[in-house]
């Protein structure tokens, strides 16, 4: 066993911090609202800036421009970068689309986008929920029907995050009707702005927007847009689902120890009679049961990293990693909530607001954490069918 | 980063795992719990001949020169099966705090401890209820005579030598020792604690132990994560009977293990198993690697305290009414977790060492 970090990954680490001391994240517009996943807000400009060093691509094979780099390295670079508070929404998603591209895209999708990636100018929304199609994603309805060498899209799909100021859709589409369920989906690469897409704004709760809706009416997508081979796309997106689960989620636990540290602060600096709220026995012992709690989220992440890195069998391990992670960011936004008392619930750039008001914007945006990439109860049944064995529940076919 | 043990290790516990199947069968676990002794002599000396009452000894006294992240694993199997005995209060704490004393000492005492010889076992808990040694007030008289008593001593009726943490240091006394009287305490698990007591007992300058700086914490600490993994061994256990539970009992036609309330129960029994158990591995990693740890372990046994007692109590509600007969292993499995819990230093005693660690101000 070792739980240390190489070398070399040491190394890479003070390279990240160093470039965060010179390009303070507080210098970076924010394009699109920080959904509290623990990766900041979307800036453009700070992925950018990431191109620039090259860390985008670092992992990709050489062939493709990359520059080889082991997995833990991106892990480094996002640990580092939760830490510091750092806008690097779209950067998990933009990695995971490259990954799927290098894996079994088209030589179009290789050739035009592979570059745009690296150079940090694309950025992608999922187009998998629709309506009626939520935690059943099979009902999904969106169309794609072969015309020529190009499909024309028709559908509607929902919650689909930053698809207003992203580059690309990843849409999920049946294209043929087969008698086995999970047969018949394509994904497909979609350019904003082709013509008959109609992407609109769904303010959230809290006043921000962070999803859309994007509406395809006979929307033509050349061939050589389509990810992976045509119907196999469900099994690309299985497949797709333990890494998504984990890399949309591994960089929260530093993201909540730096919540934490902020209300340790907090508690060290706010006397209540005189007193240090630090020194109330309860907030104390809830405060460092959460430095405990986020720990073990830590080491939870790190285990599934190395099953992944080893290509070892990964059945459950995303899905409780995933679960734990949204469940103890709602629970460190209720404690903070409770230690701020009646500054909790005020504004950022509120008067009066207290922690810049990350408090009372976790409060609510960590309510949507165990609904969104599959919500806790669909992933606790993963758990148990796929991690335990334990039989599956009757599905309607 | 690494979780897999190595090959050394893996060897280590799939011996242990193998030995303690044929050897320490649930239903001596059962039989043991309701004698009042809750010892075997013949399995711990079946243990001591596989060497590991030494694992933690240097080989020049009768060791195997072992890590504590190699004891971990081992006590990890060892909670596995519920094995009963002195195994971590004389193997683990108490070997650890005479590591830390002087050279002559070690020499004198580690053989006979490493072999499984003698057992000896920690008195430091008093009327404060606390595993911290700053709680500690027993102290001899102007004449080197020792009065008063120590409370939640583990195994004292087996201990052939107690050490007993003074106000002032430590010392090793036989536990047959006029003026000594172990008196037990009932407990619900059969995990035999006593009271020791001490009637003018005569301490001389021999029976005191010369201790490195930190040795008692360092003891302390792999007592306490030596319990955390027995926790974190009997949490998996539950596990996996429950698990097997849910998916072979057949109720309105249908396993349990059917339904979503069940499985949905089950699937925070793997959460609360693997996060102790990653907790477990990275404090005692860092503690065989002579690096500070008093946070980690403080966080290991103060989540596994919680956690693998939420286990075992989720387990009896999935189980159902047949868990809450003395001939199903579960309330066994389920004390033993409840007594790790405690000794060695309750939650809220390790969740103080965090909140300072964390730079909350005391």
Redesign the interface.
């Known amino acids: 066993?070792?739980?240390?970090?190489t070398a070399e990954e040491e190394g890479f680490a003070d390279a990240v911090r160093r470039f965060l001391r010179d390009h303070p994240p507080s210098d970076f517009p924010a394009d699109g609202m920080d959904a509290g996943y623990g990766s900041g807000a979307n800036s453009k400009a700070f992925l950018r800036a990431l191109a620039v060093q090259g860390w985008i691509s670092m992992g990709w094979p050489p062939a493709f421009g990359g520059a080889g780099r082991p997995m833990?390295f991106k892990l480094v670079l996002m640990e580092e970068l939760a830490r510091a508070g750092a806008p690097f929404g779209p950067l998990a998603g933009v990695w995971q689309t490259a990954d799927a591209i290098i894996e079994y895209g088209s030589e179009r999708l290789r050739a035009e986008l592979l570059p745009l990636i690296a150079r940090g100018e694309a950025s992608f929304w999922q187009g998998y929920s629709e309506p009626d199609a939520g935690s059943d994603l099979l009902a999904l309805k969106t169309e794609a029907k072969r015309a020529g060498d190009h499909y024309v899209l028709r559908g509607h799909k929902i919650w689909s995050s930053h698809a207003g100021i992203a580059t690309h859709g990843l849409v999920f589409a049946r294209t043929s009707r087969e008698a086995r369920r999970s047969r018949g989906f394509s994904m497909f690469v979609v350019p904003n702005g082709t013509p008959g897409m109609d992407i609109r704004p769904i303010t959230s709760l809290t006043g921000e927007v962070y999803h859309y809706e994007v509406f395809l009416d006979e929307v033509r997508v050349p061939e050589g847009l389509r990810l992976g081979p045509e119907g196999e796309g469900f099994v690309a997106l299985l497949n797709g689902l333990d890494s998504d689960r984990f890399w949309g989620r591994f960089y929260k636990a530093p993201a909540l120890e730096r919540t934490?540290?902020r209300l340790?602060?907090h508690?060290?600096t706010t006397r209540v009679d005189g007193v240090?709220l630090?020194?109330d026995p309860g907030l104390?012992?809830r405060?460092?049961?959460m430095?405990?709690?986020l720990?073990?989220?830590r080491?939870?992440f790190?285990?599934a990293?190395?099953l992944l890195r080893d290509g070892a069998p990964v059945t459950?391990?995303t899905a409780?990693a995933k679960?734990?992670a949204d469940e103890t960011g709602q629970k460190l936004a209720r404690l903070g909530m409770d230690l701020l008392g009646l500054w909790g619930p005020l504004r950022a750039g509120s008067r009066e607001a207290r922690l810049d008001g990350e408090i009372s914007h976790a409060y609510l945006t960590s309510l949507g954490h165990t609904i969104a990439g599959g919500t806790a109860?669909i992933?606790?049944?993963t758990?148990?069918?796929r991690?335990?064995?334990?039989?599956?529940?009757p599905r309607h076919n | 980063m690494d979780f897999r043990p190595s090959p050394a290790q893996q060897l280590l516990v799939a011996t242990a795992r193998d030995y303690l199947r044929r050897h320490c069968p649930i239903e001596l676990v059962q039989r043991l719990a309701l004698d009042g002794r809750n010892f075997d002599d013949k399995l711990w000396r079946g243990m001591a001949e596989l060497g590991w009452p030494g694992l933690l000894v240097p080989g020049d006294y009768g060791g195997s020169d072992g890590s504590l992240l190699d004891v971990i694993l081992l006590v990890e199997a060892l909670g596995y099966a519920s094995v009963p005995g002195p195994y971590v209060a004389s193997a683990v704490a108490a070997t650890s705090l005479l590591l830390g004393a002087s050279a002559a000492q070690q020499e004198r005492l580690l053989p006979a401890l490493a072999s499984g010889d003698r057992i000896a076992t920690l008195a430091l808990v008093e009327e404060a209820g606390s595993f911290d040694p700053a709680a500690v007030t027993l102290a001899c008289d102007g004449a080197g005579r020792l009065t008063g008593r120590k409370l939640f001593v583990k195994d004292a009726h087996v201990a052939d030598d107690l050490i007993v943490v003074l106000r002032d240091g430590a010392a090793l006394l036989a536990a047959d020792r006029r003026g000594i009287a172990r008196l037990p305490l009932e407990t619900i698990s059969g995990e035999p604690l006593f009271e020791v007591t001490f009637d003018a007992v005569e301490v001389g300058a021999d029976d005191r132990l010369t201790l490195r700086g930190d040795a008692l914490g360092a003891a302390l600490r792999a007592g306490a994560l030596a319990r955390t993994a027995e926790m974190v061994g009997a949490a998996q256990r539950i596990l996996e009977l429950t698990v097997e539970h849910a998916r072979t009992r057949v109720q309105g036609g249908r396993p349990i293990g059917g339904h979503q309330a069940i499985q949905h129960a089950c699937a925070d029994l793997v959460r609360d198993v693997d996060c102790s158990r990653g907790l477990l591995y990275a404090a005692a990693w860092r503690a065989s690697e002579a690096m500070p740890a008093e946070r980690e372990v403080a966080m290991a046994k103060a989540y596994a305290g919680e956690a693998c007692l939420a286990v075992a109590r989720r387990a009896h509600q999935i189980f159902g009414a047949i868990s809450y007969c003395e001939e199903h292993p579960l309330h066994l499995i389920h004390k033993r977790i409840q007594a790790a819990s405690l000794d060695f230093g309750d939650p809220a005693l390790h969740l103080e060492t965090v909140a300072r660690a964390i730079g909350l101000e005391a």
Do not use: Q, S
């Open positions: 066993m070792d739980f240390a970090f833990f934490l540290r340790v602060d508690a060290n240090p630090a020194r104390r012992r405060l460092a049961a430095a405990t709690e720990a073990a989220l080491w939870l790190y285990r990293a190395c459950y391990e409780v679960v734990l109860e992933l606790r049944t758990v148990a069918t991690g335990l064995g334990l039989p599956a529940g």
